[in-house]
């Protein structure tokens, strides 16, 4: 299922809110979260009026990223975060939260939220996409030319190339 349609079929879920909340009238607690096409269930956040908080393990299981000393880290990426006290990261209880919806924002990544369900949904992370754009670097792809050929991009890396499509709708 592609992204477009997991978000709109969760959004049209949204849309019947009475049918939700039967569905999450035994779990008061239960947050959902929708992120990289797949749905996290979280067992316990911290309360907030606006943000999200999830423990660092669950943040993982969200959207990849991970805690470390030097920020929060997804393969290569690390998005730099202030420690404690910071807007980002919390201790309460003798337990580290992480403010996801405050991550997000700091990303330029959208999300949404119903609070009578409790189900946030993220949408995708510009700074994980978007890395051809900011090097410049088409992805790589292989089609047929004129006689049949199997022609790969990256056989003209270097060059000035003009792409030309047509589509008839």
């Not at 969760?10 to 008061?28: H, S």
Request: glycine share 8%; charged share 25%.
């Amino acid at each position: 299922m592609k992204r477009s349609e997991f978000l709109a079929v969760a959004g049209g879920a949204l849309v019947q809110a009475a049918g939700i909340r039967r569905l999450f009238a035994d779990t008061k607690s239960r947050t959902t979260v929708l992120s990289n096409e797949h749905v996290t269930q979280i067992d316990e956040v911290l309360p907030d009026a606006k943000d999200l908080w999830i423990t660092p393990a669950e943040l993982e299981k969200v959207n990849g990223f991970e805690l470390k000393p030097q920020g929060a880290c997804l393969n290569d990426i690390c998005i730099p975060i202030r420690k404690e006290g910071a807007a980002l990261v919390r201790k309460s209880g003798g337990q580290t939260w992480f403010n996801l919806t405050g991550f997000a924002r700091k990303l330029k990544q959208s999300y949404i939220s119903d609070d009578s369900t409790r189900v946030w949904s993220f949408g995708e992370i510009p700074a994980v996409r978007g890395g051809f754009l900011n090097s410049r670097v088409a992805p790589d792809f292989a089609m047929a030319d004129r006689k049949g050929n199997m022609v790969h991009l990256s056989d003209f890396r270097g060059k000035k190339v003009l792409l030309v499509t047509w589509a008839s709708w």
